[in-house]
């Protein structure tokens, strides 16, 4: 293989591939990139036998060839070389790195032990609309559980019928849900449990890869799924098992229900939220008439509390929650107001971003001592 290639595209490539692989991984070769000559462009893979990517970069291909290269130190490397063009040379298990002023052999290992990334059909692509598919993203991946002990929960379940499709999320103490319409309607229902981080690194290629088009497909052996940009594959084992009935824990209706000023509410919960980082994150709230009290208090910090106006309907009532939870869904809310919908402080309290019929992020609350008393 001999290549030359431009330093900025190289990095970008090389940095999108690292994401992909363990860092503590089983194998020697699934800390390695695969580096493989395609016609006029050159194609990065890496995998952790969970996810995997393939992404096409532009070189002059002047011998073709393929290599696995450490992913680590290749990336170091080529982060810190200036902008000008890299020569890219493999001779067996060895690849030189050489440009203006720097020269590097670095030890490799044959291409043919890299793992194969999986086949897919075009026929099973559909599109998804990628500015609508990010929002989804955000507002429900964060949801998940990130403690491998419950694999289930590590998921965002993903359901498809017709143009309609819904992404759930859950980690046992807050849910997520999003409904979106795509715009071909799919053949066959689907629905799927996809790792969360799956997601959130799609929605990190949308972003910073400002992607005009998203398509989405199965591999042939069913198992895994792809997501096909313009110049990128990415690819991901399906969880297996079977996503908690979510329908149970959302509310039905509701005794109380508050309408606030998002920005208020989110500066109310940073500054409350500082007497609360000590006693278990618990933040108290009070619904009045048209007022919302928080408040928090630490034996050894002492007690804080923030009101501010909201639009009350139905009962006055009380709820405490974990903030962090809190400050999560706001993070996730663009419209300039929210809505809280409770039936007392033991059940859940269901948020909802005014406007927005699509959204739905439920939190568990938090049993105060005097709730537990009475």
Known sequence: MKIQILQENLNRGLNIALRSISIKAQLPILANVLLRTDKNRLQISATNLETGISLW??????????????AKILTEIIATLPPEKIKLEAEGSLLKISSVSYEA???????????????????TLFSLPPKKFLEAINQVAFAAATDEGRPIL?????KLSGKKLSLVATDGYRLSLKTMEIETAVKEEISLLLPAKTLIEVGRIITDEKAQVVQMGFTKEQNQVVFVFSDLELFSRVIEGEFPDYNKIIPQNFTTKAVFDKENFNRAVKVVSIFARDSANIIKIKLGKNVLEMSANSPQVGENKNSLEVKLEGE???IAFNFRFMQSLLGAISQAEV????TGPLNPGAFKA?????FLHIIMPVRLQTEEQS
Do not use: H, Q, R
């Open 339 to 342: 809505s809280l919908e409770m």
């Open 154 to 158: 590590t998921g965002v379940l993903f």
């Open 105 to 123: 052999n670095l030890n490799g290992i044959s291409a043919g032990e890299f793992p194969k990334l999986p086949a897919y059909s075009s026929e």
């Open 316 to 318: 006055e009532s009380e």
């Open 57 to 70: 970069l532009g070189a002059k291909v002047e011998k073709e060839g393929e290599i696995t290269i450490p």
């Open 354 to 358: 005014v406007g927005d019929d699509s």
